[in-house]
């Protein structure tokens, strides 16, 4: 539960970093980071996970690289939804996505290194 808890924590602090970053990338408070992790996390779970499947042939041929396409959408869909996120341009949601990912990758990396210490 607290693993959870801290994941989430740190996803709200990433999104808040990303929009540090990102032009078009807006987070208004750390309470808006933690509800659109949540809504973005839901979203990607139901919407992105059908986007993805139903466009599995496209991403094989483009080696997974249009789901950033994917996930940007999540990100400008989760949007609207939540008040204090903000994502004003589809360049800012791609941006978005491509900059979470990459935080995503080395956040995976040093808790992958952590652990094996």
């Known amino acids: 539960m607290l693993r959870m808890l801290l994941h989430w924590i740190l996803n709200a602090v990433t999104l808040l970093v990303v929009a540090h970053f990102v032009a078009g990338f807006v987070v208004s408070s750390f309470v808006s980071a933690l509800i659109a992790v949540v809504v973005i996390g839901l979203l990607n779970a139901t919407l ?64 992958s290194a952590e652990r094996d210490a």
Do not use: R
């Not at 991403?59 to 950033?68: K, R």
């Not at 959408?73 to 990459?102: R, Y």
């Open 48 to 111: 992105g996970l059908l986007l993805k499947f139903v466009t599995l042939p496209l991403g094989i041929l483009s080696f997974g690289l249009f789901f950033l396409v994917i996930n940007a959408v999540v990100l400008w869909f989760s949007s609207k939804l939540v008040p204090g996120f903000e994502v004003t341009t589809f360049k800012a949601a791609f941006l978005g996505a491509l900059a979470l990912a990459v935080m995503h990758l080395l956040f995976a990396f040093l808790w």
